[in-house]
């Protein structure tokens, strides 16, 4: 079995080979359970189950004793925005926790558990703060709002050398502009799958967001 850090280190690599963080955020836990399995078959690495879920943690307990073999498909736990959160995402068996908000508490667990941690922020002070008290990623959300591509741009002219993933609510065919503002990965929920959208339908929108993720929008064209 794997341990903790080469877990966390695995998630890095994950996320760099594809870019995308799946998020499921629904009112129906079985919903959820058909949202996280259809990402996970589809190439998402990272899959994001939220607390706003009904019975996250134990969805996630789910999901991890279904897996055939250690991921990836790596299964974590989105806002997190408590240290109690924190420790039920760890005692779940999270791989990586996502937060909306800067906490050093939750940052703490996190570190003592040995997770990959993505932090949301949105100013300066915020993003810096997220990076000080331990993120691996900086989930700059939330986008949309307050400018988009144009707003994340800006922010790194002085923030560059900080890994941003954005998030907040945009489309599929939007992440290449993201990912041209600087962005090296990318939150996505619903656009993923698509309202009413069938299976093969949902693979291949998926599969158009990895690509779009990696920077390879263009091979398309050749």
Excluded: C, H
């Excluded at 690495?45 to 879920?53: A, C, G, K, R």
């Excluded at 810096?128 to 900086?138: H, I, M, P, Q, S």
């Excluded at 709002?145 to 144009?150: E, I």
């Amino acid at each position: 079995m794997a341990t903790t850090l080469q877990i966390r280190d695995s998630v890095a690599l994950s996320l760099r080979r594809a870019p995308i963080i799946g998020v499921v955020r629904t009112a129906s836990r079985d919903d959820a359970a058909a949202q996280a399995r259809a990402l996970a078959a589809s190439g998402v690495e990272l899959v994001e189950i939220t607390f706003t879920v009904p019975g996250a943690s134990g969805l996630v307990r789910e999901l991890l004793a279904g897996r055939s073999s250690e991921g990836p498909p790596w299964f974590g736990m989105g806002t997190v925005t408590t240290a109690a959160r924190a420790r039920e995402a760890v005692a779940a068996g999270a791989e990586f926790i996502v937060t909306p908000n800067v906490s050093a508490e939750v940052a703490r667990e996190a570190r003592q558990a040995g997770l990959f941690l993505v932090m949301g922020a949105l100013t300066p002070t915020e993003i810096v703060a997220a990076v000080e008290v331990g993120a691996d990623l900086v989930k700059v959300y939330p986008l949309p709002p307050v400018g988009g591509p144009a707003y994340l741009s800006v922010i790194r002219g002085p923030l560059g050398d900080l890994p941003m993933l954005a998030a907040g609510g945009f489309g599929v065919e939007e992440i290449a502009a993201y990912r041209q503002a600087g962005a090296i990965a990318f939150g996505l929920a619903a656009p993923l799958l698509g309202v009413g959208s069938g299976e093969a339908e949902a693979r291949q929108r998926i599969q158009r967001a990895i690509t779009l993720a990696r920077g390879a929008q263009s091979e398309e064209k050749r």
